[in-house]
């Protein structure tokens, strides 16, 4: 059974639009909540990371937002740019990674 | 710098071949690990390994074998290939096997077993 569920499987949104990912998890190990993005052909990238003791962290476009108690995590994607067209991925880390079943995010013209 | 590298990035086996597929990092990681990913479920670690010497098993280890004779390179077995085998393999490094540790991946290995 999957530790980190994430919704929703897909998403389009229009360029200059916000995307947003939800993941939440079962293991209260966890310590460390990275998100990858993948493109086509290529292997996963470290896109964004966050710790539990953090409530959020930006970078750039990026926003992880976290809710300890609820054990939640998610990602928002702000003005949404076509190269933003990708799979991304939430995880969960207590030394090895245990991923979410990704999120293929289209941004339209 | 050529980070994690995978080989080959295309298979096609027969049902019951074995085979190994190749990875190298040049980074001097400790960790290395090995995943599946298969739609709708992100990608599953198999085996990892912290250092050389050392393995261990994943979520879905049935089926492959590994060692780890050096630090640079930690080969994938699949033993006797079945069709439930066809995924993209992607192996992954980083300094450490702790948290906040940033996990670099390889490019991946398209397997296909018919």
């Known amino acids: 059974q999957q530790q980190v569920k994430q919704s929703p499987q897909s998403l389009i949104v229009q360029k200059g639009g916000i995307s947003i990912i939800n993941c939440a998890y079962e293991?209260?190990?966890?310590?460390?909540f990275p998100w990858y993005q993948q493109f086509p052909g290529k292997g996963p990238a470290l896109l964004i990371a966050?710790?539990?003791?953090?409530s959020e962290k930006k970078e750039g476009r990026f926003t992880i937002s976290f809710n300890k108690s609820a054990k939640q995590f998610s990602l928002h994607i702000m003005d949404s740019q076509p190269g933003d067209s990708a799979t991304y991925f939430c995880a969960g880390s207590w030394g090895k990674l245990q991923f979410g079943a990704g999120t293929q995010v289209v941004v339209t013209p | 710098n050529a980070g994690v590298t995978q080989t080959p990035k295309f298979q096609v086996l027969k049902t019951g071949q074995s085979m190994t597929l190749q990875c190298a990092q040049d980074m001097n990681h400790e960790y290395m690990s090995w995943y599946r990913q298969d739609p709708g479920m992100g990608l599953r670690l198999i085996h990892y390994?912290?250092?050389?010497?050392?393995?261990d098993q994943g979520e879905v280890p049935n089926g492959y074998n590994v060692s780890r004779s050096t630090t640079e390179d930690f080969p994938l077995r699949l033993l006797s290939a079945a069709p439930s085998q066809t995924s993209v393999y992607f192996c992954a490094s980083s300094y450490r096997a702790a948290p906040g540790n940033t996990i670099y991946f390889g490019e991946g290995s398209w397997l296909t077993v018919v």
């Open positions: 390994s912290v250092g050389a010497g050392i393995t």
């Open positions: 293991n209260t190990a966890f310590d460390y």
């Open positions: 966050i710790r539990p003791d953090v």
